[in-house]
């Protein structure tokens, strides 16, 4: 291979690696922000696994379903996985599925962060989500673990952050009752924040 191959090869890469630079740096700038937790991590916390579930897959059934929705609506819609970019939101809503040791332990939970409509945009969350999930909530629904959740220093939002923890993955009797719903579960996100939209 002749000198003057080789540095094309070689400024080739180097512009390849270039573009990706900045496309891995950029900020996003939407209406809502939806975040499948874990999705992408080879390591690390890369969510609950349990009698062949994966709490990842699970996040972007409803990620995926979240987004369609609101696209049909006309709202501009961004879905990411863990690596979260910078971002600028009117909403950010974070997708997971609870896991546990001591199975059957948790079940629905919501964490925000500290924008000013956060703490009663979660309480409307938990009102929805409560007519329609049947189990059992965190006693403490605003968690102190969920209250640092990593993504709240990624994204700005002017309504808030939220951390939704639909369900267990580690209960049998949640995730039967779960699984045939997770686009129900899906339409009842994309409805609540049509509605906080509206707001």
């Known amino acids: 291979m002749s ?14 690696l270039l573009v990706l630079a900045i496309y ?3 900020v996003i700038n939407t209406t809502v922000l ?10 690390g916390n890369i ?19 979240v987004e369609r929705l609101l696209e049909a609506k006309g709202v501009d819609v961004e879905r990411v ?10 909403i ?9 040791e001591k199975h059957c332990a948790t079940g629905a939970s919501i964490g925000r962060n500290s924008a000013p409509q956060a703490k009663a945009m979660a309480k409307r969350w938990r009102n929805q989500y409560g007519s ?10 605003f968690t102190r673990n969920l209250s640092h959740y990593y993504g709240f220093s990624q994204v700005q939002t002017t309504k808030g952050f939220l951390v939704l923890e639909l369900g267990e993955l580690t209960c049998k009797k949640q995730t039967d009752w779960l699984q045939p719903r997770l686009k129900q579960v899906a339409g009842k996100i994309a409805h609540f924040i049509i509605k906080e939209l509206e707001r």
């Not at 000198?3 to 390849?16: D, H, K, P, S, Y």
């Not at 939806?34 to 390591?43: L, S």
């Not at 329609?132 to 629904?141: E, M, R, T």
Request: proline share 3%; charged share 15%.
């Open 3 to 16: 000198v003057r191959a080789v540095m094309g090869v070689l400024i080739g890469g180097l512009f390849f």
């Open 24 to 26: 891995n740096h950029r």
């Open 34 to 43: 939806i975040q499948e937790g874990h999705v992408g991590r080879t390591k």
């Open 47 to 65: 969510g609950s696994i349990h009698n062949g579930l994966v709490e990842s897959e699970w996040n972007t059934i409803v990620g995926k379903e």
């Open 81 to 90: 996985g863990a690596n979260i970019p910078i971002s600028n939101a009117v």
């Open 92 to 100: 950010a809503i974070a997708i997971h599925f609870d896991g546990s």
């Open 132 to 141: 329609f999930f049947p189990f059992k909530w965190h006693s403490d629904n």
